[in-house]
């Protein structure tokens, strides 16, 4: 069992940044892969950052290629979306969720656990 919390969402101007945080509880959690998904109003949840377990791979979305930096610290049981020049298109709840399996999977049926959410808002 995973438990995960998000955390640093909040209201920024367009061009700004904000780093989010996922704390998750457990002793396994190196051995599973890391999503950042969004979810916008009105729109399916789309995943926009991926870590794979120890290799620390990285995959992102097209739209967030060059601005999001995903990373994963296992000591601290923490994984993290830096993003930087943030759109108002950006604006969205941000969730995280871990998959027990590894490898790139974009459909949020197929992960295991997932935080609560936090709200991104980009003003323009």
């Known amino acids: 069992q995973v438990q995960l919390v998000e955390s640093g969402g909040g209201l920024v101007q367009a061009g700004g940044s904000l780093r989010l945080s996922c704390a998750a509880s457990?002793?396994?959690?190196?051995?599973?892969?890391m999503g950042w998904f969004r979810q916008a109003p009105g729109k399916e949840r789309e995943l926009v950052a991926h870590?794979?377990?120890?290799?620390?791979?990285?995959w992102y979305a097209g739209s967030v290629q060059g601005r999001f930096t995903i990373s994963r610290d296992n000591a601290k049981n923490t994984v993290y979306l830096q993003m930087d020049s943030l759109k108002s298109e950006d604006t969205a709840v941000y969730f995280c969720?871990?998959?027990?399996?590894?490898?790139?999977?974009?459909?949020?049926?197929?992960?295991?656990?997932w935080g609560q959410g936090t709200q991104v808002t980009v003003s323009s």
């Open positions: 969720a871990a998959r027990a399996f590894s490898g790139v999977v974009t459909s949020p049926a197929l992960y295991n656990y």
């Open positions: 457990g002793r396994t959690f190196s051995t599973y892969s």
């Open positions: 870590i794979l377990p120890s290799v620390g791979r990285t």
